[in-house]
């Protein structure tokens, strides 16, 4: 299963935009690349996805990096419930999780 | 969206009995669920994969025998942690996803088990 990087921690402003980067160098071609959080004590939350194209929901923005060997998640303007533990996972069967990046959005 | 429920949401028990979880898609129709595992501070630990009708496919170090997954209908997969001892608290989650979407998974609330 591909193998994804990401900063352990990350501290960001209330309603100041937020890039989480991802790297997955090991990613094959037909492998998607996934976004969940996960707050407190909840089960993870999907948040986007992507294969090669930038994508865009209501919740965030996906910038893919033309080779495909990274990826930031965009929140472009953070809020406290944006708080939460952030996974990239890039797989193409089941999702494994890695150890995700803690966000801290701060008043 | 698509909502995904467990049962008990928490649940405490004496060591060597057993407990079932139950996980429920309750507005779509789940080909395949998951089951994960997650320690305090930990990520989570996919545990197996089942798929409606047929055998739960396990990760590499989950013991089958005691980690019995049944998945009998479309809506419904049941994890029943056997013999249950103090290392086997954990929150449990679970996931489902249709054959229509295949790329998103929707995951339940967590079941905290506490063996005692």
């Known amino acids: 299963d591909a193998k994804t990087t990401q900063p352990n921690s990350m501290e960001s402003n209330e309603e100041e935009p937020v890039h989480l980067p991802c790297n997955h160098s090991t990613i094959s071609g037909t492998d998607y690349i996934h976004w969940y959080r996960q707050l407190p004590s909840q089960g993870p939350e999907y948040v986007i996805h992507g294969l090669t194209s930038n994508v865009n929901n209501r919740m965030a923005s996906l910038a893919i990096a033309e080779d495909r060997k990274s990826s930031t998640l965009i929140l472009h303007r953070a809020t406290l419930r944006d708080a939460a533990v952030y996974y990239c996972i890039s797989n193409t069967d089941k999702l494994i999780f890695g150890t995700g990046t803690r966000l801290q959005v701060f008043p | 969206g698509a909502v995904v429920s467990q049962h008990p949401s928490r649940v405490i028990c004496k060591s060597g009995t057993s407990v079932k979880i139950e996980c429920r898609s309750l507005?779509?129709?789940?080909?395949?669920m998951f089951w994960y595992r997650q320690f305090p501070k930990q990520s989570l630990m996919l545990m197996a994969t089942s798929n409606e009708g047929s055998k739960a496919t396990y990760e590499q170090g989950v013991e089958k025998d005691k980690f019995l997954i049944n998945h009998a209908s479309l809506t419904l997969s049941t994890l029943t942690v056997t013999s249950a001892h103090p290392e086997d608290s954990s929150f449990y989650i679970c996931?489902?996803?249709?054959?229509?979407?295949?790329?998103?998974?929707?995951f339940g609330p967590g079941t905290r088990l506490l063996v005692l």
């Open positions: 507005d779509f129709q789940a080909t395949t």
């Open positions: 996931s489902a996803r249709t054959l229509q979407d295949q790329e998103t998974q929707y």
